[in-house]
């Protein structure tokens, strides 16, 4: 299973790759997304911030592809090339989670700074839980890794854990991939097979830029009502 998500409007755009016999393709959005390659998938569960809701899958892909055994996701400004099962099946031959390295970092702590530099997040959101791991006694220099592109086992025992916990990090906490991500899996102790190289070079994606976001932006139809922090339903 190949698969993205596109929630809200205005930043990305979906980018049809060339079909791979016997790949299913899916695209969780609340967009009027037309595609011939891309399967379209309403979310079957909604925030009022439309990152966390393109997150729940892209975290999630036990919940979402029961049927499945392996999960390649990939940011919705990434496009995978013909040769991804080859390179999937090689990624995940001893592991059950891959994925990139930070390009520029390796320090949890150093991407908080910046993330609230740059003004991403809220800074206390990103203050609280920067403390707790810090209390817990995540070390500095731990490892970062870049998680637009995730090749998974997703139904791996080891890989379960850590999603569910990063979701959990991600639902209380910030919004940025990265720094909730290296908790988890420090806190799971899960091996992970770090890809060197940044994915914006990758001979196997096609990579677009895209303008950044402040995390916490509401989406424009939730603005003027109020609503619970998330609305539920059976997935």
């Known amino acids: 299973m190949i698969y993205t998500a ?9 980018v049809d790759p060339i079909p ?13 997304v037309k595609s011939s390659v ?14 966390r809701t393109a997150k729940h899958p892209k975290v999630l892909p036990h919940k979402y592809f029961p049927r499945h055994t392996l999960s390649l996701w990939v940011d919705a400004n990434i496009t995978p090339g ?7 099946n090689i990624y995940l031959r001893e592991h059950d989670l891959a994925l990139h390295r930070h390009p520029r970092r390796t320090c949890l702590y150093k991407e908080a700074r910046v993330v609230s530099e ?3 997040d809220y800074p206390e959101i990103i203050n609280k839980a920067i403390l707790r791991y810090s209390r ?7 490892g970062l890794w870049e998680c ?3 090749f ?3 139904h791996a025992p080891g890989v379960v854990e850590a999603m569910n916990l990063w979701w959990q990090e991600i639902k209380i906490g910030t919004q940025s991939d990265q720094m909730p991500f290296a908790y988890a899996l420090w806190k799971t102790g899960l091996p992970v097979k770090t890809i060197d190289g940044d994915v914006r070079q990758s001979p196997f994606f096609s990579y677009q830029d895209h303008p950044p976001i402040f995390w916490g932006k509401v989406q424009k139809s939730e603005r003027k009502r109020e609503m619970e922090p998330c609305l539920s339903a059976t997935l």
Do not use: M
């Open 148 to 150: 637009g592109v995730l």
């Open 6 to 14: 596109l929630a809200g409007s205005g930043r990305d755009t979906i």
């Open 20 to 32: 791979v016999p016997g790949v299913d393709y899916a695209c969780f959005t609340d967009q009027p």
């Open 136 to 142: 817990e006694g995540l070390p500095r220099n731990f």
């Open 118 to 120: 740059a003004k991403k």
């Open 152 to 154: 998974r086992r997703h």
């Open 38 to 51: 891309w399967q379209i998938r309403p979310f079957s569960w909604t925030h009022k911030e439309a990152v």
């Open 82 to 88: 013909p040769d991804i099962i080859r390179v999937l």
